[in-house]
């Protein structure tokens, strides 16, 4: 079974520019969840869709950072202007349940191998 | 804020010996994850324990619950240079919405 594919692995850009991550889940999971990692710490999550519909981007700074899942299946997660604290790992997971289930089978979560994010 | 804390932040043992580490955690859950984190797999998932279980194998892990005390650990028995890694326990909370939250992990190096 392919796993959860991420692109591109590594990007640099300059402070005030945009960039945008691509993310694949595996095959018929519900759920798809964008991370940031800054290094020395935990994921934190940005982002949780259920199918195409947004479950909770709460810690989303929704004034410049994006993301959509058209059609419940691949997800782009978009930073304009990027500022020099963004620089992270972005990963993507995904997981077979919904949100809203309990069936801790389902709750597993699937990583993708992030996107490298360097900003000067 | 995160969630869970893992303790110790870092940890350092001869290759053969058990590493334990510690997450606590601060509000009520359904499941408590944990995940490893290494430069060559990225983030694994280990094993998942739900609030009605006090402790659960997998192979060479071991990880308890404690609901009460808001805490579980995790033991990785005679340890090899591969789990080399940071370990990260995720919670997700109680109720309808099942939002995982990572901690902060802990660095764990195995010597050979």
């Known amino acids: 079974e392919a796993g959860v594919a991420q692109s591109p692995r590594y990007k640099i850009i300059e402070k005030r520019q945009s960039v945008a991550f691509w993310c694949n889940p595996i095959?018929?999971?519900?759920?798809l969840y964008w991370y940031q990692q800054i290094l020395g710490q935990g994921p934190k999550l940005l982002i949780q869709f259920q199918n195409n519909g947004v479950v909770d981007d709460s810690q989303l700074p929704k004034d410049r950072f994006s993301a959509e899942r058209l059609k419940g299946v691949d997800s782009t997660l978009k930073i304009q202007p990027a500022k020099l604290e963004d620089s992270a790992v972005y990963l993507c997971?995904?997981?077979?349940?919904?949100?809203?289930?309990?069936?801790?089978?389902?709750?597993?979560?699937?990583f993708g191998p992030g996107t490298r994010l360097t900003v000067l | 804020s995160q969630q869970g804390e893992e303790d110790p932040q870092a940890l350092s043992i001869q290759e053969g010996e058990n590493a334990t580490m510690n997450c606590s955690y601060k509000t009520s859950i359904n499941n408590l994850q944990w995940y490893r984190q290494n430069s060559g797999r990225g983030l694994v998932h280990l094993i998942l324990?739900?609030?009605?279980?006090r402790e659960k194998h997998s192979g060479r892990l071991r990880v308890t619950l404690d609901t009460s005390k808001k805490s579980s650990s995790l033991l990785i028995t005679a340890s090899r240079a591969a789990d080399t890694a940071s370990y990260f326990c995720?919670?997700?909370?109680?109720?309808?919405?099942?939002?995982?939250?990572f901690g902060t992990g802990t660095k764990l190096q195995v010597i050979p």
């Open positions: 995720a919670t997700d909370g109680s109720g309808g919405y099942q939002k995982v939250t």
């Open positions: 324990i739900r609030s009605n279980e």
């Open positions: 095959s018929g999971h519900a759920t």
């Open positions: 997971a995904s997981s077979l349940g919904g949100a809203f289930l309990t069936y801790s089978s389902y709750n597993e979560q699937f």
